[in-house]
């Protein structure tokens, strides 16, 4: 009971507007760009505190830490990194956790083009295949593992065409540029469903999990506005968003 009080405690001092709002610089997966705006907004409104995101790949992002990038937190689209900087003490340990449990989506903008076993990729019927650079983007590696599951990945590797991100490959998807292609979920769906165009929820077996993990970097181990976002990303508003995006959550 003691435990209980002294975490509410605690939750609610760190969402008590505060006097002097300070900033907190994020770096945000890609696929995770959507709900996180959601997310800063109302966080910001809950405790004053200012919320400046960049977002992108997390293999850029890995790099652009390691060099001395000013952000905060990480929140990653795979659980490899965050390790990793917690193992390099770039990371604080013990603040590691899995945010969201990506899913990966084959979609065309276009409707009637993706059917809903996938069969399209088999038949090969389209020119190009939009998808993120897999050494940087777990989505765009999970895509290559879903095509090697189905072994398509010789057959379809010459109308692939890679992105930096998986944000630029629905870029490329919607855009025209290449007919479908290989992004998360959270992208393409709205309320629970598919918001336009076709798509293909690729079975969970087909590829590795993705495990989306936030981590507490060194440059924000005291930073108030760090740990009130590092906090309120476990709150149930937070998670609520994070569902309406299409990720699972663990309990």
């Known amino acids: 009971m003691l435990r209980t009080l002294m975490l509410a405690c605690t939750w609610l001092w760190l969402l008590m507007p505060v006097v002097h709002a300070e900033e907190v610089h994020v770096a945000v997966a890609a696929n995770f760009t959507q709900p996180f705006k959601q997310i800063a907004a109302a966080f910001e409104q809950a405790t004053g505190h200012k919320v400046v995101a960049a977002f992108g790949s997390t293999g850029q992002f890995y ?11 990480l929140l990653a689209a795979d659980a490899d990194t965050p390790a990793l900087l917690e193992k390099q003490k770039t990371a604080v340990a013990g603040t590691r956790f899995t945010y969201a449990r990506g899913k990966l989506v084959l979609w065309s903008a276009k409707p009637g083009v993706v059917d809903a ?19 940087l983007a777990p989505y765009g590696l999970a ?4 095509m090697q599951k189905l072994g398509l990945e010789e057959a379809l590797r010459p109308k692939i ?19 479908l292609g290989f992004v998360a979920l959270s992208q393409v769906v709205r309320n629970g469903q598919i918001a336009d165009g ?5 079975p969970a077996d087909l ?14 181990r005291d930073h108030p506005a760090a740990l009130a976002l590092m906090t309120y990303l476990k709150s149930e508003p937070a998670r609520q968003v994070i569902r309406g995006y299409g990720y699972e959550l663990d309990r």
Do not use: C, M, R
């Open 207 to 220: 590829y590795a999990p993705i495990l989306q993990d936030a981590v507490l970097l060194e440059k924000g």
């Open 63 to 73: 790099a652009q830490i390691n060099n001395g990038a000013p952000f905060e937190i």
């Open 161 to 179: 065409v890679q992105a930096e991100n998986v944000n630029q490959a629905y870029q490329f998807i919607a855009s025209g540029n290449a007919l």
């Open 117 to 135: 076993q996938g069969e399209i990729l088999k038949k090969g019927a389209f020119e190009h295949l939009s998808l993120a650079n897999p050494k």
């Open 198 to 202: 076709s798509a293909w929820i690729v």
């Open 143 to 146: 895509g290559v593992q879903t």
